[in-house]
Each structure stands twice: as C-alpha cells, then as structure tokens.
C-alpha cells in the first residue's frame, strides 16, 4: 500500500488461474476497504520473501 487510497496487488498466476479471479479479490478488498480505493494489479513470476523466507502478506508504505 502506497497511498491510503491505493492498493497495489502482486498476482502469480498459477494453472488453474483466470481473469474472473482478480475480479473476485478486488471486488472482495473493495468490500473490506472501501468502493473508492484504487488497485494496482500486477503479474508476477513470484512473491519476494523476507531475508527469513517468508512471505509478507501485507506491505504498508503509508506514514501513520
């Protein structure tokens, strides 16, 4: 997240993936967040990990 406003999605596209699967997770963070946020999605071959080896779910960038 970048901006309160706008979230940005990082997507692998696995096997059984299609486009009404990003839909659906959009539609979805639209209903959790809020109709008038903004998404940013994007095609990637993988998920950065941490220098532990995990996966961050959620990267805020917003100043609190």
């Known amino acids: 997240q970048n ?25 979805n963070l639209k209903d959790r967040v809020d109709q008038n946020i903004h998404v940013q999605v994007n095609y990637v071959e993988e998920i950065e990990k941490t220098s532990r080896g995990k996966f961050k779910g959620v990267i805020s960038h917003v100043r609190r």
Do not use: H, P, S
């Open 3 to 27: 901006t309160v406003d706008t979230f940005v999605l990082n997507i692998v596209k696995g096997t059984d993936f299609e486009a009404t699967d990003v839909e659906r997770i959009v539609t």
